[in-house]
């Protein structure tokens, strides 16, 4: 069965069609600038070296999906004779809130709860809706799947998961934390467990998702039971723009020193933070790191910065589940960034934790990079979202 991978953010999508449960990609795309001028439309077919290119308005995701439904279609560079050939649609949400624990068929009641959380994902659960209005017009009666990115950490104990706000925040407007990247940490631990070769119920993982959007989620007995993004994902490590963990009580001093208001303190800490506020150079590690390399100071604090609270939530996680097994690498800093795992794992010999360097001198690539010597096992596995909503999506539409 050929499914369709559907991430719908605002202004873009991303999509893939992958073969299941062969979990051959076939094809992959991006659509840009969606309801802005210049939108484009990016499209490769596994094995042509030629990319299909459109260049046409799109002011909305109805006519974005159209056109990718008229890729994959296309004669040359498509993938399908027809929209039959296409036996289902999942769907990348994120924030399903507390009423998703797991991927589910698309219906009434699945698209009203994406709507009731969108006060929690104010950007994104609105696109993502929007993907599967166009979806339900453009291939009528196609089963849809949605993923949410929240829906792994709803096992995290009450305690992991409340603030200590008053409670009726809680009660009545369901602030608490939620977590995201639910989907790279879940699929990271299940090729953990292989890689083990051991039950994922026997082990104890911390698996640090380090991109552009960083996360730490420590999972016991294949659950998870923390993770470092909280109601919204800001909270947690420091980001390329985001600043992450921090005292709440600078907010409304910077506001008042500043003349700023919420929207304004909201952007603040979501885009001007992070490496690229700490550095002034960038929000890419890549930009950040040569920045360092060549003496700004400004740039080696914030790397500084960066390591020092990857560390601290892997001895937090370490104490909170009475050990660990294995830590994770994955996504773009974790896959690709040697020297940043080779810090992240300096001196924490004293907990079973030793990177082999010349084993680190990898990318992209899923090994161990542990010594022999060391306890904890350390793994670089490249993550893979597509993969895992497209055998969600596989799953429940052949149950
Ligand atoms: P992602 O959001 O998962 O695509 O990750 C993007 C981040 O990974 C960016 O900040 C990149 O600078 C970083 N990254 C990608 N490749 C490398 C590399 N070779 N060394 C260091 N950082 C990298």
Redesign the pocket.
Same mark, same amino acid.
């Given at each position: 069965m050929k499914v369709l991978v559907i991430n719908c953010g605002s202004s873009s999508l991303k999509y893939q069609v992958l073969d299941m449960p062969s979990e051959k990609l076939i094809c992959k795309g991006l659509v840009e600038k969606i309801g802005i001028p210049g939108s484009m439309l990016t499209h490769t077919k596994i094995g042509l070296d030629e990319k299909f290119v459109l260049q046409s308005e799109m002011p909305d995701h109805t006519t974005a999906i159209g056109h990718v439904l008229d890729a994959l279609l296309d004669p040359e560079h498509g993938v399908a004779k027809s929209l039959d050939e296409i036996g289902a649609v999942g769907h990348r949400i994120l924030h399903g809130g507390d009423k998703f624990t797991a991927s589910c068929l698309v219906d009434e009641k699945c698209k009203d709860a994406i709507r009731a959380c969108i006060p929690l994902g104010p950007l994104h659960n609105p696109a993502n809706l929007m993907g599967i209005e166009a979806c339900e017009k453009l291939m009528p009666g196609k089963p849809q799947v949605a993923v949410f990115d929240t829906a792994f950490h709803q096992t995290m104990p009450p305690e992991a998961y409340m603030y200590a706000l008053p409670y009726e925040y809680y009660k009545k407007y369901a602030v608490r934390k939620y977590g995201f990247h639910g989907t790279s940490h879940r699929y990271v631990s299940q090729k953990a467990a292989e890689m083990l070769g051991k039950d994922l119920k026997d082990i104890k993982l911390i698996s640090c998702h380090l %991109?552009?959007?960083a996360s730490i989620c420590a999972i016991k007995d294949g659950k998870c039971y923390d993770t470092s993004m909280g109601l919204t994902p800001l909270e947690g490590l420091i980001m %390329?723009t985001r600043c992450g963990d921090i005292d709440p009580a600078a907010i409304p001093f910077i506001a008042e020193k500043e003349g700023m208001n919420f929207k304004d303190v909201d952007t603040m800490m979501n885009k001007k933070s992070g490496m690229l506020g700490i550095s002034g150079v960038s929000s890419?590690? $890549?930009d950040v790191?040569t920045a360092a390399d060549e003496g700004n100071e400004r740039a080696k604090l914030a790397l500084d910065m960066f390591v020092h609270r990857v560390k601290s939530y892997i001895g937090s996680y370490a104490a909170e589940m009475d050990g660990v097994d294995a830590i994770i690498f994955t996504? %773009?800093?974790g896959e690709? %960034?040697k020297t940043t795992r080779a810090a992240i794992c300096k001196d924490m010999d004293f907990f079973g934790i030793e990177l082999d360097p010349e084993k680190n001198d990898v $990318?992209g690539k899923q090994c161990f990079l542990n010594t022999d010597a060391s306890r904890v096992k350390i793994l670089l596995i490249p993550t893979n979202e597509e993969l895992m909503i497209a055998k969600d999506t596989y799953e429940i539409v052949t149950k």
């Open positions: %991109g552009n959007g %390329g890419d590690f $890549r790191e996504a %773009g800093l690709n %960034g $990318r």
